[in-house]
């Protein structure tokens, strides 16, 4: 089956800024936040946990990538149970300083970052360019974007 895919990657600082701004400089990237939209819906880990929406907040603030993907039912059905089941999972904020800031490789499989989350996605739904990445929570917005051709 053949499903569309968007990638949102966030650039411009205006909401938290500082928080933003340290992942920018951290990362050396220009994005500090991404999320993914699979069949219509999105998906993303913030501050109040990993979180479902219709439309795309800011949408001025980030750059997008659309693309399909094939995937197998079998693949799709995965993504459908992994995304009932992490909604509502609290932020990984333990995991983010101890994966992204400390090269710790700390994950907690009960609490999920951004690009954790849309990496995971990635992988279930069997997009080639993901396969290869061992551990989602070693991934940064800006690694996606660079393994996307976005950055």
Known sequence: MIINIRLGFYRKPTKNKLMH?????????????????????WTSAEQEGVIEFKYSKEEHAYDRLDYTLECTEEAFAKYLEFH?????????????VLSQILPLSVDNPNRWFCSEVVTK???????????????????????????????
């Open 21 to 41: 701004r340290a992942i920018r400089w951290w990362t050396k990237s220009h994005y500090s936040h991404v999320q993914i939209r699979v069949a219509g819906t």
């Open 84 to 96: 009932e089941d992490v909604l509502g999972a609290k932020y990984d904020y333990t995991g983010i």
């Open 121 to 151: 996605i990635l992988k279930i739904l069997g997009d080639p360019k993901v396969t290869k990445i061992v551990k989602p929570n070693d991934v940064a917005p800006g690694d996606l974007a660079k393994i996307y051709g976005v950055e």
